[in-house]
């Protein structure tokens, strides 16, 4: 069971942060069965990075440049022929364009309508038709525990202490960030192994 100190040290979250999804981390990890201190350790380092240390719950979609759009979303904005300038300071209209409405929420950014659904079957939740819930503490944390665990089964990889596959696993093959996951899992786990 982790306590609010332990995750502050964990994640370097403010105790704000940390009290605001304590509880309902300790939940989450207790019934999705991330118990060993490696296993959790892989999973906070990855949440570590996907919420920028517990703050963040959804995907910042509000970008100032049109270049940046093409630089992050080429498929779009470079091969897809949209006008980058559309969606300049406008997330709504690229989290539909791009995500359907289903952008990343939650600890680890729950992305892409089936996700969604998967969820909301998973936690007895309407993600899908109210994916705002995503944002409150609860299921911002509990949706985290079963996306790492069971959605994308990354407990084999994360008891093994693999950040490489499970940086795959939870983001994808580009592995965005894996330094940083390294060094935030590596920082939980000292914590978590005194």
């Known amino acids: 069971m982790i306590d609010t100190q332990t995750l502050i040290e964990c ?29 959790m350790a892989v999973f906070l380092g990855q949440l570590t990075v996907e919420s920028d240390k517990l703050e963040k719950v959804e995907e910042g979609l509000n970008y100032t440049t049109p270049q940046r759009l093409r630089d992050i979303f080429p498929s779009l904005f470079v091969q897809g022929g949209y006008r980058a300038e559309d ?23 729950l992305t892409w309508e089936d996700a969604y659904i998967a969820a909301g079957k998973a936690l007895s939740r309407d993600f899908r038709g109210n994916p705002s819930l995503l944002l409150q503490p609860q299921d911002a944390a509990m949706s985290a525990c079963w996306f790492f665990a069971e959605y994308k089964g990354c407990l084999p990889a994360a008891q093994r202490g693999d950040v490489h596959e499970v940086t795959r696993l939870v983001n994808g093959p580009k592995r965005l960030k894996l330094a940083e996951r390294k060094a935030a899992t590596d920082r939980a786990l000292k914590v978590l192994s005194k």
Do not use: C, W
Not at 22 to 34: E, K, N, P, V
């Open 11 to 39: 994640t370097g979250a403010t105790r704000t942060d940390a009290e605001r999804y304590t509880l309902h981390l300790a939940d989450g990890m207790d019934r999705f069965r991330i118990h060993s201190p490696v296993a």
């Open 87 to 109: 969606y300049v300071r406008n997330p709504r209209a690229l989290s539909m364009l791009r995500y359907k409405g289903f952008h990343g929420r939650g600890l680890i950014q």
